[in-house]
């Protein structure tokens, strides 16, 4: 039977973009650049762009000239908030994206962006797993939207309907599959929010996660609700920064749409 596949260590991945960060997530932060396919033999210059002296880099550069030993050093001291750190931002996740634009890595910036909405996603998730769990109806149908979407794989479409009749078990198959396809895109929680609205007993749990999604996701898209001056003043979502209004407005979600 598949489990929740998330838990303490999602929070502890979430608090690497939303907590200052200490000497206990050096190997965290260490593998976070990896990922971010950071060039490590930049590492001298990233500590200077971090706050940290010449004096001290050079003592690092002295101690050892393994490239992967030097990157770990310089950003034990980063985390240490060590000579200028703090006059840098100090040591949070903003301050190394910002210290990777500096620098013109871009590629690395935009990918720690990625991993930093992915965990925003999961965290999302995380929050209304609970309900989903007890409170998802007709998962199966569910399931076959979702695989249609390209949410979930044909596999997992079968898991699910192998475990019929027992709901609760769809649903946990279903949730653990939903969380994986998370892991890998981050935007995939939004199609699932977009798919649960299209069943009349799961637009309430749509409603609230399409919400959490926009408030993480869209801040820079401020909505506002304006009156059509019609008969059955009808009111319509409209972008503040938008010049010409739209019917449909690009990035704004309703579930009033939606349908069984």
Known sequence: MATKTT????FFYLSLFSSPLT???LIDVVDLLERCAFPQTRWYELGLKLGLHKNT????KGDSDATYECLTECLSKWLRRADNVDSKGGATFDSLSDALKSMNENAAADKLDQEK???KAIDIFNTHHPLLSQSLSDPVSVAIML???GVITGQVLASVVSVSPSVPNQCEVLLAAII???QSKYSLLQTFASVLCKFTGNVKLGTVIQRDYDQSFNDDKKLIKVVIPDDDMSTDTLSTGATTPSPIPPNTFSCSDSHS
């Open 180 to 182: 994986v396809a998370i």
């Open 23 to 25: 000497i206990d997530q």
């Open 57 to 60: 880099l050079d003592v690092i």
């Open 7 to 10: 838990g303490s260590s999602c």
């Open 147 to 149: 695989q249609r979407e």
């Open 117 to 119: 909405r992915k965990a």
